[in-house]
């Protein structure tokens, strides 16, 4: 079981890193989400402060590298790097499932390696939901939060994946009830996250209600693990699993409309992810009422060439964000969530025909 793990995580970074594995015909939806500029901005730009405090720790910037990989001797190299990256710079990362880890001791230090190269940041430890009713528990929460000493545990939730892969496991009837279990045990941040496909009010509601303390949406719109699996079957000559791949390649909830259903319907801090790609998303992401956003394949694509253009690629993520915060005249994150936005296009049209209010945030105060 450990070396077939080991196996599909390498493929995962092989696929990742030589194929096209974007959405195809859908899209973030953060063309429909517009920042109102300001031609008199009345702040000085070099007075700009992207310190926030979330999961009671302090990000220099409201960014994290989302989870990536693990559990292969390349993975050390990456998660090393991305390690290194966020300690300097004062973020936060989320390691890849660590199950491979649970499942064979000897893998455990391509997790470790993250705190290691990473003292100060803040971690977040990542084990599947699917396996909770699989035989994981608390005690497996444990241990994959001990291995590198995480500051928060993340349980991803990846059906859409699961659906297509061949070796995918589709009993998830039991998931929301040991969620609440490893919620009531564990003193650490359980943060639910989704992988690719977005997460909707009604789900966002049950999930606050058995006390997970914050949501990853992980929206459609970026990388489809769909795609993932597709070129995973085509290299088995797997047809029927590969033709799954391709129908499903664009299923799921774009990232702003799932942002933007979350955040009007629970009150815990919320992790945008799923196709956020510069600094002007990530600023539309936190004024949708983000606390994190969460950015994972483009800083992929450069951990594998190494610890500086890592961090060259953080920093100019955080200068964008820096920019486009200057541009609508918001000197600190908290100012940014109170500048008016305006929703059009298929996101508009969807937030209506399911009864969220679009006119809040258009109206807000300068």
């Known amino acids: 079981m450990a070396k077939e793990t080991r196996k599909r995580k390498e493929d995962h970074i092989r696929i990742s890193l030589n194929h096209e594995i974007q959405a195809k015909k859908a899209t973030t939806g953060f063309e429909d989400i517009h920042l109102i500029h300001k031609a008199l901005p009345e702040i000085d730009k070099q007075d700009i402060n992207l310190c926030t405090t979330v999961f009671n720790h302090k990000f220099s910037a409201p960014l ?12 050390t190299k990456i998660n090393a790097t991305i390690a290194e990256a966020v300690e300097e710079l004062g973020l936060g990362m989320g390691v890849g499932s660590q199950r491979a880890a649970l499942e064979d001791k000897k893998l455990e230090k391509t997790f470790a390696i993250t705190r290691k190269k990473a003292p100060t940041a803040f971690l977040i430890a990542n084990i599947g939901g699917v396996q909770l009713v699989h035989g994981y528990g608390v005690q497996e929460a444990k241990k994959a939060i001990e291995m590198i000493d995480a500051d928060a545990i993340a349980i991803h939730l990846n059906p859409l994946q699961e659906a297509v892969q061949p070796e995918g496991q589709t009993r998830f009837k039991g998931v929301l009830e040991k969620l609440s279990e490893i919620t009531k045990e564990l003193e650490k941040p359980v943060i639910v996250k989704e992988t690719g496909a977005g997460i909707a009010a009604e789900e966002a509601k049950k999930l606050e209600t058995v006390n997970v303390d914050g949501i990853d949406i992980s929206g459609a719109g970026g990388t489809s693990f769909a795609a993932v699996e597709f070129y995973r079957a085509k290299g088995k000559s797997n047809n029927s699993r590969r033709r799954l791949g391709e129908v499903f390649w664009d299923w799921g909830i774009p990232t702003t409309i799932s942002l933007l259903e979350v955040s009007q319907s629970v009150s815990i801090p919320i992790i945008a992810s799923g196709g956020i790609r510069n600094g002007i998303e990530i600023a539309k992401a936190l004024a949708l009422g983000s606390s994190l956003v969460s950015i994972s394949q483009p800083i992929l694509k450069v951990a594998v060439k190494g610890i500086e253009e890592t961090k060259q690629e953080l920093i100019l993520l955080i200068e964008e964000l820096k920019n486009s915060m200057f541009l609508v005249g918001a000197q600190t994150v908290q100012a940014l969530r109170k ?28």
């Open 64 to 75: 994290i590298v989302g989870a990536i990989t693990g559990g292969t001797s390349k993975a």
């Open 339 to 366: 500048k008016p936005v305006v929703i059009t296009g298929k996101t508009a049209q969807w937030l209506k025909s399911r009864g969220f209010s679009t006119e809040i945030y258009a109206k807000r105060g300068n």
